[in-house]
């Protein structure tokens, strides 16, 4: 999961340019692992959504972040949220100097791209499992579950979508439950026999 989902790519630099006679601003470290792919939302996997994140944090005169502003948002809340958890936990910087080298706090903006990559082929594996969701008087599915192993196939966020509108898969219309939600349970074993 974590080699599948390397995908952060970050357009990080100072808020203001360097030069001889300005405050020395904030510099990062350790950048790569600021966010990792366990950051991912299982939600904005779930739904395929992706997007960049551009940010504004005050750092503290001690290195760490105090706040994280959205400059820029994804398109999705739930990412820019991520993001920000994600900086103000694990950020760190050598902190900013005035002119007179005195360590004060400063700022420093950045962007974080999300993005789902290609998984390749579908593994085939025998997979057993469960999936759960409920179908409202309009036939529209809602609240899918999966038990199913995700490094199988189908797995939960292929399924899911398959029953909920997400990207650019069409929502799959249920016959309208006439006034009630309906819940559904469909059990799921995959055989693979060998070849002959």
């Not at 820029?72 to 809340?77: D, E, I, K, Q, W």
């Not at 004060?104 to 997979?127: C, E, K, M, N, T």
Request: a negative charge; aromatic letters at 8%; hydrophobic letters at 40%.
């Amino acid at each position: 999961m974590r080699a599948l989902l390397a995908f952060f790519l970050f357009g990080v630099q100072p808020v203001a340019p360097v030069d001889a006679e300005a405050p020395s601003p904030p510099q990062p470290l350790d950048r790569p692992h600021w966010i990792t792919a366990d950051d991912y939302p299982l939600e904005a996997l779930r739904s395929l959504w992706d997007g960049k994140t551009s940010y504004l944090l005050d750092v503290t005169a001690e290195g760490t972040v105090g706040a994280c502003s959205i400059t820029h948002s994804s398109g999705h809340a739930i990412l820019d949220e991520a993001t920000c958890d994600a900086l103000r936990s694990r950020a760190r910087f050598t902190p900013a100097l005035d002119q007179t080298g005195k360590v004060v706090a400063g700022q420093f903006s950045g962007s974080a791209s999300w993005a789902i990559p290609d998984r390749g082929p579908a593994p085939l594996v025998p997979a057993k499992g469960v999936i759960d969701f409920d179908v409202d008087e309009q036939g529209h599915a809602h609240n899918c579950k999966s038990t199913i192993p995700q490094g199988s196939w189908p797995n939960l966020s292929d399924l899911c979508m398959h029953f909920q509108k997400a990207g650019p898969v069409p929502e799959l219309q249920f016959e309208p439950a006439n006034g009630a939600v309906r819940h559904v349970t469909i059990h799921f074993d995959m055989k693979v026999n060998s070849p002959q």
